[in-house]
């Protein structure tokens, strides 16, 4: 029986939700009302003026009191906020007017396509932590001993360090070459978004020091805390190394088990991918006017050419000089993670169906993927360090009009990778890197509320690039444990 293959599916599902979305989204995100009935006792019209692009929200209280607000991503005002929770936070009742009774067609399906997607991420994360567990136990004892581990982690970061740097200074070259802040006046119409507490780099890096030792691992598991996780197992790995063998043998079997078991569930989970990227995507097409991508155009142009270079030259280079891999072919291999990753833009999120592609299609050993992914996902942003950079020279340009020097480019390029690796288990890790770039430069961190208006496109991007990563590092420790476990040929006798 004929079988579309997963990625097929995912890119049909992935075409599909953008075409809905964007119908919506040009056809159904423009409502006007009126209301004088159904509305709270302290209210006595109510007038909401619903696009893609921004709302208007207008209501009479009944001691003559007029009140307006505006929802709106970039445009700033006296009465103006960037989303609808913030305007719960700033007057819940204009917030449950325009909930009740205001949305656009495309905002309301736009809702439930969320909330459906949703449903396939929670899934997703359901088996990330016993996979990440299970797998990792069983990749560190598939090594036998202690130095094989010592040796996989070296190799994995000084990988994931090498890309980091490459990324970075690609993003570097790639916004002094199109330079999109200069000649731009979007600073003087945005609203600056509120403060984002300020950590130093040192602190920051301390924390990640911290969750590498929980204090309680089972809180860990439930929070979750990848960075906790991720070492505490390789801690349990490394002791039962060192236990009896006996011992290794029993904790190796069960470990194995649990990892067929959870390995099954998540191929089954990993069939609803199509359905999943399909409502996700179709979300974000419906919801995101296209108005803060013409204000913001070059900007996002040089991130997306930044990413694209990396992702496109840079990586598969790697792919073909140190892991003698095809590119394409493993580009393939890989689809349905990478369209995942771009849906949901969650890295951690995307990790079993990343670990199923890498052993399942790539042909990638247990022992290497179990290791690299895990860890990846968590310290490994290639992706997200070469968007700071590009922001943070983006801001710069409009805050001063110019260039920063060479000298606060190298602090720029320094702080961005020391950040990306202290980012693990932050929520919103993108912002406090931003803030810490923003103050090693000696920028007003409250500008970067000038670009969260596209940055749920640039994520979804910048996170695919990550599993991209991820997954070529994969193949080059791969072809290296191959090449140690290859014995010497001996040299021929002489005559």
Known sequence: MFRIALHWQILIGMIAGTLLGAWLNIFASDRTVNLSEGLPASVVTAQIVDSSERTEIRYLTKDDRSVSWIIDPIVSGDRSVRSVAALESEDSLA?????????????RFGNWFKRIGGLFLRMLQMVAVPLIVTSLLCGILGLGAAEGVGRMFRRTILYYMATSVLAILTGLFVVNLIRPGLGQDIAKNAKLAAPVKAESLGDVLFHQVEALIPSNP???????????????TIAIGLFTLRASESTRTRILDATSAGFEVIMALTTAIIRLAPIGVFFLIAYVTATQGVGVYRALGLYVIAVMVALAIHALITLPLILWFFAKRNPLDYFKAMAPALLTAFSSASSNGTLPLTMSAVEERAGISNKTGSFVLPLGATVNMDGTALYEVVAVLFIAQLHFGQ?????????????ALLASVGSAGIPHAGLVMMVIILQAVGLPIEMQGIILAVDRV???ARTSVNVWSDSCGCAVIERFDLA????????????
């Open 95 to 107: 917030a449950s007017l325009y909930l009740d009774h205001g949305q656009s067609t495309a905002k």
């Open 218 to 232: 089972i809180g860990a598991l439930v929070e979750p805390n990848f960075l906790s996780i991720i070492a505490f």
């Open 403 to 415: 260039n920063l020097p060479f000298t606060q480019q190298v602090i720029v390029v320094i702080t």
């Open 484 to 495: 140690d476990a290859t014995p010497p040929t001996p040299a021929a006798p002489v005559a």
């Open 458 to 460: 640039l994520d979804m």
